[in-house]
């Protein structure tokens, strides 16, 4: 079983309670980070990567984006498209992103390309590129550390507290960068902002936000 398997295998068995991850603190600090986002795009059409249960989706929706998200896990979807009926949510892997023929004004990826190894995340980024219309801007978060490796019960730090080491254990793999390491990562992007994420477990994330330069993978 590969780690892609193994992790999406843990968030079909969680997805029914992985809400217990939208406290009021992290909710906020989402939708401030979205909000930011949205006054950068230079258009509306939005495409969300690895979006869950689409919370962040409908968020998006509500700022008058046009959204198309995706997710592997069936039951994450089965989730998101139960609150939202009349959304686009289609069932793809993050390594196969090449098969999306629409291009966009803007990519939301929160809370899944950590998911990836680091050669799937460089991967990922130029088809990422490859979406993206001129201009285009792409917004990720990414753990702090260094290495790769399964966790298999959130530690200390972790949205939802006490309630996600309940609810929210199974074996989900993770790679860690260091702030220097993701420069060779970004090239063919410019780096508009970043900011320490709200994370508190392990070393911290951060957030990007990410503009498409006019030269690059294409």
Same mark, same amino acid.
């Given at each position: 079983?590969?780690?892609?398997?193994?992790?999406?295998?843990?968030?079909?068995?969680?997805?029914?309670?992985?809400?217990?991850?939208?406290?009021? @603190?992290?909710?906020?600090?989402?939708?401030?980070?979205?909000?930011?986002?949205?006054?950068?795009?230079?258009?509306?059409? !939005?495409? !969300?990567?690895?979006?869950?249960?689409?919370?962040?989706?409908?968020?998006?929706?509500?700022?008058?984006?046009?959204?198309?998200?995706?997710?592997?896990?069936? +039951?994450?979807?089965?989730?998101?498209?139960?609150?939202?009926?009349?959304?686009?949510?289609?069932?793809?892997?993050?390594?196969?992103?090449?098969?999306?023929?629409?291009?966009?004004?803007?990519?939301?990826?929160?809370?899944?390309?950590?998911?990836?190894?680091?050669?799937?995340?460089?991967?990922?980024?130029?088809?990422?590129?490859?979406?993206?219309?001129?201009?285009? !801007?792409?917004?990720?978060?990414?753990?702090? +550390?260094?290495? @790769?490796?399964?966790?298999?019960?959130?530690?200390?730090?972790?949205? +939802?507290?006490?309630?996600?080491?309940?609810?929210?254990?199974?074996?989900?793999?993770?790679?860690?960068?260091?702030?220097? @390491?993701?420069?060779?990562?970004?090239?063919?992007?410019? !780096?508009?902002?970043?900011?320490?994420?709200?994370?508190?477990?392990?070393?911290?994330?951060? @957030?990007?936000?990410?503009?498409?330069?006019?030269? +690059?993978?294409?």
């Amino acid at each position: 079983m590969d780690h892609a398997t193994r992790t999406i295998e843990t968030y079909d068995q969680i997805a029914t309670d992985y809400h217990v991850i939208a406290t009021p @603190e992290h909710r906020a600090w989402l939708e401030d980070s979205m909000r930011e986002f949205y006054s950068r795009l230079p258009g509306k059409s !939005v495409l !969300v990567a690895g979006c869950g249960e689409g919370r962040d989706s409908r968020y998006l929706q509500t700022l008058g984006t046009h959204a198309t998200s995706f997710d592997l896990s069936e +039951g994450m979807l089965s989730l998101a498209r139960a609150s939202d009926p009349v959304g686009k949510y289609l069932h793809l892997d993050l390594r196969h992103t090449q098969k999306i023929e629409q291009t966009f004004d803007g990519i939301w990826a929160c809370a899944c390309l950590y998911h990836l190894t680091k050669p799937e995340f460089r991967i990922c980024l130029q088809d990422f590129h490859r979406r993206l219309n001129p201009g285009g !801007v792409l917004f990720l978060n990414l753990k702090l +550390g260094a290495g @790769e490796h399964f966790i298999e019960i959130p530690r200390d730090g972790y949205p +939802g507290g006490a309630a996600a080491k309940e609810k929210l254990s199974g074996s989900r793999f993770y790679a860690f960068y260091t702030r220097n @390491e993701l420069s060779e990562y970004f090239v063919n992007y410019s !780096v508009e902002m970043e900011r320490r994420d709200l994370l508190k477990e392990g070393d911290g994330a951060m @957030e990007f936000w990410l503009r498409k330069c006019l030269k +690059g993978t294409s």
